[in-house]
């Protein structure tokens, strides 16, 4: 049997992000330093920090849940602006260059 950790299943998908944004920066870096076309790059870390968003959602959820109304109204503010950041910001415009 695998060993979760206290956090259990999110545990192991937060380590196997954090595994895939060290690769897909790795991977970044090689090609910025190759000069070779860069769309896949841009891809692989927006990915990565789509994925990384998402799971650092998921446990400040479970902590904003449990606080008063006005903490939980900060957590979705901050929801959707870090959202949108990387949807608008590093996302498909970032991507297409």
């Known amino acids: ?5 206290r956090t259990g299943y999110l545990g ?3 380590f196997a992000v954090m595994l895939l944004n060290a690769i ?8 910025d330093a190759l000069n070779v076309n860069n ?3 841009g891809i692989l870390t927006g990915v990565a920090s789509l994925l990384l968003l998402i799971v650092v959602l998921f446990s400040a959820y479970d902590y904003a849940s ?3 109304k006005g903490w939980r109204i900060i957590f979705w503010i901050l929801a959707i602006v870090s959202l ?12 297409i260059k």
Do not use: C, D, E, Y
């Open 24 to 31: 897909a920066w790795i991977i970044k870096i090689v090609l």
């Open 39 to 41: 769309t896949v790059g």
């Open 84 to 95: 949108l950041s990387i949807i608008l910001g590093l996302g498909l415009p970032n991507f």
């Open 1 to 5: 049997m695998s060993r979760k950790g």
């Open 12 to 14: 192991m998908f937060a």
């Open 66 to 68: 449990r606080q008063t």
